[in-house]
């Protein structure tokens, strides 16, 4: 018999475009901020004048149901669509609203989202039947570091570092206009800008995997998506169950996913680093400390550093 999982937290991802007044933008955000730290739940919004994006954790769905639709009526949104997955431990230590230019970084505020539910918008069924089509390009719009752990099969990779360099990528690309192209990320809201800078780029095929990964996985586990799905938040990664990975930890030096284990030249402890700080003599270390305790004094020995700190994964 399995044991019930106990003490199961419950978290959604969410995103909705919709105009926000710039002189609301502060007040608003700390009102969010407030209520849902008052309910007791944590995690990461962020707010701009073009809509709201986020993940959020709480002990129960009603907690995190409830909240969201407080935070829709306090906006005069429709009811905001969610990507749910599961967690034993807390993906984010408190409650934070961020007031930002956008809510997902293209770096040009200018390109607006087509209405939701237009053509260009696949759900996983119609995703799944489309990737078995001849002729058909998969593009991942994340970054490399998240395509690494994980990608739908034959995906072409941009090899990003950021989503605002996805502009240039198109640039440079030499991607056919003419052909049917599918992209995809993790929650699909990179993908409702990218579809349009790919139309502004001349292309004029594309479509867009409704809700991202998250809302693959949810109904095709371990069918085309391979892999584990990067998360920006302490679980690093969700496995095709949408559960925490257990392959990976974040990176203590760079917040990438890290699953090459060293022994720290400083303090012995055993950790783990990225494929690309591995490479240099001084992240072979724990912690920042660690790796600039050596840098000044190399194979001088160290206290150990404990139990490390959580790291937080970078923002998309
Ligand atoms: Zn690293
Ligand atoms: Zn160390």
Redesign the pocket.
């Given at each position: 018999m399995t044991k019930p999982v106990e003490n199961r937290l419950h978290i959604a991802a969410f995103y909705h475009f919709g105009y926000v007044r710039p002189e609301d933008l502060e007040s608003l955000g700390a009102a969010i901020e407030n209520e849902g730290d008052r309910r007791d739940l944590r995690g990461l919004i962020i707010f701009a004048g073009e809509g709201i994006n986020g993940t959020i954790c709480g002990t129960s769905v009603k907690a995190v149901e409830s909240f969201l639709t407080w935070v829709a009526e306090k906006l005069g949104f429709p009811e905001l669509p969610r990507k749910w997955s599961e967690s034993e431990a807390w993906p984010f230590r408190r409650f934070r609203v961020r007031v930002r230019p956008e809510i997902v970084t293209l770096g040009k505020p200018e390109v607006q989202p087509l209405p939701p539910k237009s053509q260009t918008h696949l759900s996983p069924e119609e995703w799944d039947r489309m990737m078995e089509e001849e002729d058909v390009l998969v593009l991942d719009t994340r970054n490399w570091y998240e395509t690494r752990i994980g990608k739908f099969k034959n995906a072409i990779d941009p090899e990003i570092e950021e989503f605002h360099e996805f502009s240039d990528y198109l640039d440079k690309a030499e991607l056919p206009k003419d052909k049917k192209i599918m992209i995809y990320c993790t929650g699909g809201i990179r993908c409702e800008k990218a579809v349009v800078e790919m139309n502004n780029h001349g292309f004029q095929n594309v479509y867009q995997l409704d809700g991202g990964i998250l809302n693959y996985l949810a109904k095709f586990p371990n069918r085309k998506f391979d892999g584990e799905c990067f998360v920006f938040d302490y679980r690093v990664a969700v496995n095709q169950e949408l559960k925490p990975t257990k392959l990976y930890t974040l990176c203590p030096h760079c917040g990438q996913p890290a699953d090459q284990p060293v022994n720290?030249?400083?303090?012995?402890?055993d950790?783990m680093v990225c494929v690309e700080c591995v490479k240099t003599e001084k992240y072979q270390?724990?912690?920042k400390?660690?790796s600039n305790h050596y840098a000044l004094a190399p194979g001088k020995k160290?206290r150990?550093?404990g139990p490390l700190p959580y790291l937080m994964a970078k923002e998309n």
């Open positions: 720290c030249l400083r303090c012995d402890i950790v270390t724990c912690s400390n660690c160290g150990n550093q």
